[in-house]
Structure formats: structure tokens, C-alpha cells
């Protein structure tokens, strides 16, 4: 079955950085997009951004746009997000998912992992 595991929250200061990584099975790793969803305290999922299969071809949601970079090794079957310059409104619970396909002005996903928490505070 399908398991994507994140790994990497902790608690960060304003301005530091941090990486989250997310471990793929149970499918084909490299045949489908993947994406990173967030979601803060008391509010809804924000889609954070989005990869290719291949990894060539990425896109970020506005608010996270120049501070953090998606990236992925299909060798390993591991998705990755690298954080920088992270602000307190980035405190959430992030998730790994397949997919993401934008329909419509939705996003849709597959399978999701157990979230791993990040919080930006001083």
C-alpha cells in the first residue's frame, strides 16, 4: 500500500531554515507528481507547492514563492522541501501527498502522509 512518511519538522527561529523530507513506497515513485500541503493552526490545507515526475518542472503557492524549493530523488523514491527565510506564518502541519493536479481551480491529490510539524518561533 501506499506510504509517504515526512520527516524534519522542528521548532526554527524567524530568518533560519529548515528541510523536510518525505519518504515514498508502496507505488511508483517516479510516475507521478508530488506536492507539500500545509496546514496551520486553526485553518484550512494551503497548498505549498508542486513537483513533476521527473522533477523538472516546479510551481509555488505565492506565499511561500522564493523562500522555499521543492525537489525530488526518484533513486531514492524521497520528496523534499527546503525552507528558508521562514516566518512565523509558516508554522504548520506539513504534508506530503501525490499528485496535486490542478482541475478547475482545485487542487487534487492521492494519498497523503502523517504530516510532520513545523513551528517558526523565537
Known amino acids: 500500500q501506499v506510504q509517504l512518511v515526512e520527516s524534519g519538522g522542528g521548532l526554527v527561529q524567524p530568518g533560519g531554515s529548515l528541510g523536510l523530507s518525505c519518504a515514498a513506497s508502496g507505488f511508483t515513485f517516479s510516475s507521478y507528481a508530488m506536492s507539500w500541503v500545509r496546514q496551520a493552526p486553526g485553518k484550512g490545507l494551503e497548498w505549498v507547492s508542486i513537483i513533476d515526475s521527473g522533477g523538472d518542472n516546479t510551481d509555488y503557492a505565492d506565499s511561500v514563492k522564493g523562500r522555499f524549493t521543492i525537489s525530488r530523488d526518484n533513486a531514492k523514491n524521497t520528496l523534499y522541501l527546503q525552507m528558508n527565510s521562514l516566518k512565523p506564518e509558516d508554522t504548520a502541519v506539513y504534508y506530503c501527498?501525490?499528485?496535486?493536479?490542478?482541475?478547475?481551480?482545485?487542487?487534487?491529490?492521492?494519498?497523503w502522509g502523517q504530516g510532520t510539524q513545523v513551528t517558526v518561533s523565537s
Open positions: 501527498a501525490t499528485q496535486g493536479t490542478l482541475l478547475a481551480g482545485t487542487r487534487h491529490f492521492g494519498s
